[in-house]
């Protein structure tokens, strides 16, 4: 399974041990999105991170979204060089887990939501910050 991992606070006051997670995360600026798999591993680092994103599972049709709007290839859109089948198949392969970072950047820069945040310092049903359980499909297709 994919999870969704979008950074919500800014850079300041940021503990070192959390900031090396982020950069490792490739996270260095509010509202970057990128896609990991959930393993034991990158549950650990988010659990590090978890006051400063939002994180939660994603459905294939948001991951096309993010490649027809925001996915570049070699600098390029994606949507530029590719058909709407070619977008829909790597979508496909990316949320079954395969390949992810040879197909895009693996970096989405996305804008501010409409309407914007909740609050960038509550936890998910009264803010926007941690785990989600029912998905960040709906905070991600705001921001596209």
Known sequence: MMLAVLRVRGRRKVRPKVEKTLELLLLNRPNHCVLIEDTDQNIGMLNVVKDY?????????????????????????FSAKHNEEAIRKVAKEIFSGKKTKDYVNPVFRLSPPSKGYKSVKKNYPEGDLGKREAGLSSLIRRMV
């Open 53 to 77: 994103i939002t994180y939660g599972p994603i459905d294939e049709e948001t991951i096309y979204k993010l490649l027809y709007k925001r996915g570049k290839v070699a600098g390029e859109r």
